[in-house]
C-alpha cells in the first residue's frame, strides 16, 4: 500500500497552497468586477450631470422660467397681393397666444409656423400670456406691393 499513499501525500501538500491560490484567484476577480462596476456606476453619473447641466442651460437660454416671445417673423417679409406668407414664432412659458389680425393655427409653442395670404400691407401682433396674468407683445409688418 505504500504506493497509494504516496500520491496521496503529495495531494494534501499542495492542497493547501491550491487552496491559497484558489482565494487569491478569486479576489483578483472580484477587484476587477468592482472596478469595472465602480468605474461605469462614476461615467453614469458623470454623464447625468452633464445632461442636467446642459438642460439647465438650454432653459436659461430659452428664456428660464418667465413669460418670453422667443421669436417673430415674416417670410418673405415682402409679398404680391394675396401671396403666402409664413409667419413663424416661439414662446416660452404661455399658456395662451394669438395673432391679431386673426391668423388660425396659433397656440403655444416653442418654433411654429403658420400660413396667411395678406390683400394688404398689414402689421400683425403676436401677444403670449401665462398662468400668472402676465403677457408679452410683439409686432411686425409685412409688406404687400
Given at each position: 500500500?505504500?504506493?497509494?499513499?504516496?500520491?496521496?501525500?503529495?495531494?494534501?501538500?499542495l492542497?493547501p497552497?491550491?487552496?491559497?491560490a484558489?482565494?487569491?484567484?478569486?479576489?483578483?476577480v472580484?477587484?476587477?468586477?468592482f472596478?469595472?462596476?465602480?468605474?461605469?456606476?462614476?461615467?453614469?453619473?458623470?454623464r447625468?450631470?452633464?445632461?442636467?447641466?446642459?438642460?439647465?442651460?438650454?432653459?436659461?437660454?430659452?428664456g428660464?422660467?418667465?413669460?418670453?416671445?422667443?421669436?417673430?417673423?415674416?417670410?418673405?417679409?415682402a409679398?404680391?397681393?394675396?401671396?403666402?406668407?409664413?409667419?413663424?414664432?416661439?414662446?416660452?412659458n404661455?399658456?395662451?397666444?394669438?395673432i391679431?389680425?386673426?391668423?388660425?393655427g396659433?397656440?403655444?409653442?416653442?418654433?411654429r409656423?403658420?400660413?396667411?395670404?395678406?390683400?394688404?400691407?398689414?402689421?400683425?401682433?403676436?401677444?403670449?400670456?401665462?398662468?400668472?396674468?402676465?403677457?408679452a407683445?410683439?409686432?411686425?409688418?409685412?409688406?404687400?406691393q
Amino acid at each position: 500500500m505504500p504506493t497509494q499513499r504516496a500520491p496521496l501525500e503529495g495531494v494534501r501538500r499542495l492542497l493547501p497552497w491550491t487552496s491559497v491560490a484558489l482565494v487569491i484567484a478569486a479576489v483578483y476577480v472580484g477587484w476587477i468586477f468592482f472596478s469595472r462596476w465602480q468605474t461605469n456606476r462614476d461615467l453614469e453619473r458623470a454623464r447625468r450631470e452633464k445632461q442636467a447641466e446642459s438642460s439647465r442651460a438650454t432653459l436659461q437660454r430659452i428664456g428660464g422660467s418667465e413669460l418670453k416671445i422667443l421669436s417673430f417673423s415674416a417670410t418673405p417679409g415682402a409679398v404680391g397681393r394675396g401671396e403666402r406668407v409664413l409667419l413663424c414664432y416661439g414662446v416660452n412659458n404661455a399658456k395662451t397666444v394669438r395673432i391679431d389680425p386673426f391668423v388660425d393655427g396659433v397656440g403655444p409653442a416653442l418654433s411654429r409656423c403658420v400660413e396667411t395670404h395678406p390683400r394688404r400691407t398689414t402689421e400683425y401682433t403676436i401677444t403670449a400670456a401665462d398662468n400668472s396674468g402676465h403677457s408679452a407683445s410683439e409686432k411686425l409688418t409685412v409688406t404687400v406691393q
